[in-house]
């Protein structure tokens, strides 16, 4: 299996949870600086995924999956033993689903492209990071009670997407310290060490 990543995006996410559950998996690293975006090896990466984007998992049989919350999903399901994802039809998957669209949608999509591009100008972004920072406060909330993650004392593939893009706020200037459950929960994510293997792979600064 292979996953097209780029270093720190939110491809972080599926290859923290395919280490986590063991799964060997093979990277390739895409340039999505460079128009068209170019593989590894050197290809237009819109030959594999024609929306351009990143992350892309290519499976053993050649089929590729997009969207990274589905393809946390489908990693998870390999290994159900780890306790990634709650079984499929039970009401913890579909709140492991609903964290899942939160972020996509709630979190993800108001960092980038909103903090990632400054030509959308400075009234644009301030916008984007009230919004960003009304949602953090969401889930500060529900870290006071929640326990140690967001779906209680087990790390689900929800944490490494929220790691991730949470883990843009500096970059795109948005300010975590009125969350004090957040910033916790962000350094218990990064101290483990699959994370940080995965960061490792990607050639990402580490915390100390
Ligand atoms: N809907 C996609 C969005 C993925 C996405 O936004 N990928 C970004 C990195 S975080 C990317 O590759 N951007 C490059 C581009 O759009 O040109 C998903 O949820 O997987």
């Not at 997407?161 to 883990?167: E, H, K, N, Q, S």
């Not at 957040?182 to 580490?206: S, T």
């Amino acid at each position: 299996m292979k996953l097209y990543y780029a270093t720190g995006t939110c491809s972080l996410s599926p290859h923290i949870v395919a280490l986590e559950a063991g799964i060997p998996l093979d990277i390739e690293r895409v340039d999505i600086f460079r128009k068209p975006h170019v593989t590894g090896a050197g290809n237009d990466f819109t030959t594999v995924n024609p929306n351009a984007y990143v992350p892309v998992l290519e499976l053993d049989d050649g089929s590729l999956l997009t969207e990274g919350a589905a393809i946390v999903q489908y990693l998870a399901d390999l290994k159900p033993e780890i306790g990634l994802a709650p079984a499929a039809g039970t009401r913890e998957r579909y709140q492991l689903q609903s964290w899942l669209d939160f972020v996509a949608t709630e979190l993800h999509k108001m960092y980038s492209p909103w903090l990632f591009h400054p030509e959308y100008g400075v009234q644009a972004q301030e916008v984007a990071r009230g919004k960003i920072t009304e949602r953090l406060a969401y889930v500060e909330r529900h870290l006071e009670r929640s326990g140690l993650y967001l779906m209680g004392e087990t790390f689900t593939a929800a944490d490494a997407y929220l790691f991730t893009i949470v883990g843009w706020s500096a970059y795109a200037k948005v300010d975590l310290s009125a969350f004090p459950q957040l910033r916790a929960y962000m350094d218990r994510v990064g101290a483990r060490p699959k994370v940080r293997d995965a960061m490792r792979a990607e050639g990402m600064k580490l915390a100390a």
